[in-house]
């Protein structure tokens, strides 16, 4: 899905790529039809198609190297601009009157560089690509300036910002992801740090005691026998009231709400870019029916997240029957998760039945029943 950054920036780069790569074939036939015309010498030739070959090859891995961040210019950056330069230098002069395009190499390579400098050397480096390309050419075709240094300017510039806005949409694209993750993790935290506080207020004081109570009625034990079988008996009403505080604690971690994981659901599956229909008709429902399709909204959501493609996921609930229907089937078979596999568990154990399964039509349905 397009919202996953890895998607995103392959998007962004194979679109660059095959940009570059056109232009680059533009200049290979060229260079061709210069040698076929007998307008360039072959060794010329040869010399310009190996400049280019070697520039455009260069070209995608600085883009690769600019986008996971803002290196220092490195030796590939001078060597792609020094091929750049050799190859239009050794273009027949004559090609240059009126044909501004192969300047556009010294102007691509401009863009590239802008993705390793800052912006006040990009504008110093800009000045003097722009003045020494569109000079060389008045001064060997005799163009007016106009002519030949208002495009290139205009040029560079529209395309160094292009350039520098790409990127900048996939580090926003990144950085927007990397966020959601850590407010995740950062949940995540927060939860085991609560349920760590809520363990300890319920067993910290009752375990102490415990282990008090315990120590004098080992000491009486040859003392007092009467007193220590009541110690142990108060040992033995504590230990059970807190093993159903636990219990209760931990049935409340348990317990979901049905109408929050649907919520839930809609914004992780359009935050993921899969659009989410929900007819949910379960007022009739007994708080554990509800409990048990609130876990299987949250597992069948997590198995779209993780497991599909999907650009639409459609949740009913009818009846006591959850069906949650998507598109992102890849058409290669897989054997249920863990997830799956308990929440199935944890249905037919309740009295439920439970399936997950591609469709006739393509498509994946995971269908859970429950006791009314």
């Given amino acids: 899905m ?13 679109w660059m790529d095959a940009a570059i790569m056109l232009l680059g074939v533009m200049f290979v036939v060229l ?12 060794l010329n030739a040869a ?23 803002k290196p220092r210019p490195t030796p590939k950056l001078v060597a792609a601009g020094l091929m750049a330069a050799v190859a239009v230098l050794l273009v027949p002069r004559q090609q240059l009157e009126g044909v501004p ?14 993705l390793y400098l800052p912006l006040p050397a990009t504008l110093c480096l800009g000045v003097a690509v722009v003045g020494l390309a569109s000079g060389y050419v008045m001064a060997v075709t005799g163009a007016p300036w106009f002519e030949v240094f208002v495009p290139e300017t205009l040029s560079a510039v529209a395309l160094t910002v292009a350039m520098l806005l790409w990127r900048w949409i996939w580090w926003t694209i990144r950085d927007a992801h990397d966020g959601k993750e850590a407010k995740a993790r950062l949940a995540v935290s927060e939860e085991r740090l609560r349920f760590a506080r809520d363990l300890h ?8 005691v415990i282990t008090l109570k315990s120590e004098l009625a080992a000491k009486l034990a040859t003392k007092d026998t009467g007193r220590a ?27 979901l709400d049905l109408d929050d994981e649907l919520a839930g659901a809609r914004v992780a599956l359009e935050a ?14 007994s708080p554990a029916a509800r409990t048990l399709l609130a876990w299987a909204v949250r597992e069948g959501t997590t198995n779209v997240l993780k497991h599909s493609a999907a650009t639409r996921c459609a949740i009913t609930i009818d009846g006591g029957v959850l ?50």
């Fill in 2 to 14: 397009a919202a996953r950054p890895e998607t995103a920036r392959k998007i962004l780069l194979y």
């Fill in 31 to 42: 260079t061709v039809m210069y040698l076929w015309g007998g307008r360039i010498s072959p």
């Fill in 47 to 69: 010399v310009v198609l190996v400049c280019l070959l070697g520039c455009f090859g260069l070209f995608p891995f600085l883009l690769r190297d600019a986008y996971d961040a």
């Fill in 101 to 114: 395009t192969w300047l556009e190499i010294g102007v691509l390579w401009l863009s590239m560089a802008a």
């Fill in 201 to 208: 207020d319920l067993l910290g004081h009752s375990l102490s």
């Fill in 229 to 255: 079988a009541s110690e142990m008996a108060q040992v033995h009403r504590l230990a059970g009231e807190s093993l159903a505080e636990v219990q209760q604690a931990v049935h409340g971690y348990q317990t």
């Fill in 272 to 285: 993921a870019g899969a659009r989410c229909l929900i007819d949910a008709r379960a007022d009739g429902l």
């Fill in 323 to 372: 069906e949650m229907l998507n598109d992102g089937v890849d058409g290669r078979p897989s054997a249920p998760g863990s997830g799956l596999r308990g929440l199935s568990e944890r249905l037919v154990t309740a009295g439920g039945s439970f399936s997950a399964q591609p469709t006739p039509t393509g498509e994946f349905l995971l269908r859970a029943a429950v006791p009314a």
